[in-house]
């Protein structure tokens, strides 16, 4: 079997359409453009990269945005206080702190400060509460790209075995209660997990995000799985490696996504998405 690639840029392209055609409409409307204020710490390249495409797409759908670019040194109590403001700001519906910070300002303070409402990133324990109560609201991005990529297969996820390869706070753990939601049995792994390679043989949905290139092998790979390679992993010729061993992993699988082309560019889409729910939601025009 050769498995059909999951063309994550053409479905998050076609989101992205959705959502302009929906701004467009809103504004005519009289109602506020949707507006994403993104913070930028540091100068860590692949992160100014992950938040240049942010802003790009905004600018795509019509969206307001806003970058606030903070050096390095920025004080944990500065950083609030700009949250804060944005917090207030009534064109900013959206906030995204870009991770990882500096180890100087403690994560989960930033995390809890961003108002649930404009928390586009899913990561506030509102957010997470809601999906483990399996009522979402702002659903984190990655995981929620890839459940509209598996969605796209039209694969059928209820009493299926999905093993999710990455415990992480923004892909495993809200990944499994994603596919809880959808009625998947749900096997979760992570640096510890013994036998990785015979839980992996069980998965009919296999979603993996380790930062660890081509940890998983093609020939564990279940015939006929779904396999959705997170990893977005640089090598020292320049090339991008997913965490998956594509090759061989493809001639298992029915379906796979590539990398790059599958989730990353889900991960934008969705940030797109959860913004425009975020400009509905303050509204009051989304329950
Ligand atoms: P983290 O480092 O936060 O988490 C990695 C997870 O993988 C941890 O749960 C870790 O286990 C687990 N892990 C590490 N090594 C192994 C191993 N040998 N066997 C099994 N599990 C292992 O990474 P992130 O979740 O932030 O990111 C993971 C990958 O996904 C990275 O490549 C990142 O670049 C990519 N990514 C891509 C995105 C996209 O849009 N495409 C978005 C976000 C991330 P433990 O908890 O025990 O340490």
């Known amino acids: 079997m050769s498995a059909q690639l999951i063309d994550g840029k053409k479905i998050a392209r076609d ?21 994403l204020a ?28 806003e970058k606030i670019m903070l050096s390095h040194d920025t004080k944990e109590e500065k950083l609030l206080s700009i949250i ?15 991770l990882p910070l500096p180890a100087h300002i403690n994560n989960q303070t930033i995390i809890e ?23 979402p609201v702002l659903r984190p991005c990655t995981p929620y790209g890839c459940l509209k990529l598996i969605e796209s297969t039209d694969i059928i996820l209820k009493g299926k075995d999905a093993v999710i390869v990455g415990s992480s706070m923004i892909v495993g753990r809200p990944m499994a209660l994603e596919l809880l939601i959808a009625k998947c049995t749900v096997t979760v792994c992570h640096s510890q997990t013994q036998h990785l390679a015979d839980k992996i043989k069980k998965a009919d949905i296999l979603i993996v995000g380790t930062g660890k290139p081509e940890l998983i ?15 977005i992993n640089r090598l020292a010729d320049g090339s991008l490696k997913g965490d998956v ?16 082309g599958g989730v990353g560019p889900m991960t934008i889409a969705m940030l797109l998405s959860n913004t425009l729910q975020a400009a509905t939601l303050n509204k009051g025009l989304f329950e």
């Open 245 to 260: 061993e594509f090759e061989t992993a493809k001639e298992r699988a029915s379906f796979i996504t590539p990398v790059p």
């Open 217 to 231: 092998k093609g020939a564990w790979i279940k015939e006929g799985a779904v396999v959705i390679d997170v990893g």
């Open 113 to 135: 400060r961003i108002s649930p409402l404009k928390d586009v990133d899913g990561f506030h324990p509102y957010n997470l509460g809601r999906l483990a109560q399996g009522n």
């Open 84 to 98: 804060d403001d944005l917090n207030k700001n009534p064109k900013i519906h959206g906030i995204l702190v870009q």
């Open 15 to 35: 989101i992205q359409q959705d959502i302009a055609k929906k701004v467009a409409a809103m504004t005519q409307q009289g109602n506020p453009t949707p507006g």
């Open 38 to 65: 993104v913070i930028l710490i540091g100068d860590n390249p692949a992160s100014q990269i992950y938040v240049a495409h942010k802003q790009k797409a905004c600018e795509q759908v019509g969206f307001y945005s």
